[in-house]
């Protein structure tokens, strides 16, 4: 018998082969020559994992076939980096044994791209008349801060701790997310000046208000006492609680003095 060995293991055509004779009658013999012969590509399979949205093309390629102790393994590469089911995926094999293998379906590996859940924080603000929040998306890729979006709404305008906001995500790249939750709010009292208006002596320590930066549309008003009923001026004067349908999403801050003249 003979006992035979390539030189090496690599892929490679018309190799060399060596080898010397074995056996009990070996030394009857002479051999003169061996022929070459090839080793050729090793054919195995590859898996893409179906994974979330992650902004990139880079894809989890596992194969199935190679020897245990080469060292060989792959890259895969979606088609393009949005979202969907049965995506193309293009293999690579990479590795110091890489090039003794072949992936026999490298045409056929698919896998899912899948929406990423992410989370919207709402952003506490002072009353403004309106339902509008404004809502920070988190986990957003890097690449789609400036193409997705959202605008959150409140079920009234009221203030209040704990408010529901609602919303739905906007721009070009949103179908690659899924907005999980939105974190409730808080809507606080706006705070407000009071301006107060000069009057003729009447005898009366009332006192009437202008108030300042009210929204367009609000209902309220404040009635104000002087700090006596005598003719001066730059009088101090302390005003009475807020009045009308919205006077509870404000918060008087100050009023400004005025004059009593005769």
Known sequence: SYTANFLNKTVEANKTISGSLTGTRAFNYNLTSISNAAITLLGITGAATSRDYNGTTTAIVTLTGQIGSDDVSANGVFSDRLVGTGKSVTPT???????????????????????????????????????????????????????????????????????????????SARTNYLLSS?????ISAKIITGTGINKIYNSLTHADISLNNVEVGDVVAVTGIFSSKDVSSNKPITANALTGTDASNYTLSSVSNANITT
């Open 182 to 186: 939105i974190s409730t709010v808080t």
């Open 93 to 171: 094999l990479i590795g110091v044994d890489s090039g003794n293998y072949n992936i026999t379906n490298s045409g056929t590996i698919s896998a899912d791209i899948n929406t990423k859940s992410i989370t919207g924080t709402s952003q506490t603000r002072y009353y403004d008349g309106t339902t509008n929040v404004t809502v920070s998306l988190n986990n957003v890729e890097s690449i789609d801060n400036s193409n997705v979006s959202l605008s959150g709404s409140m079920s009234d305008k009221l203030i209040g701790s704990g408010k529901t906001v609602s919303g739905s995500l906007a721009g």
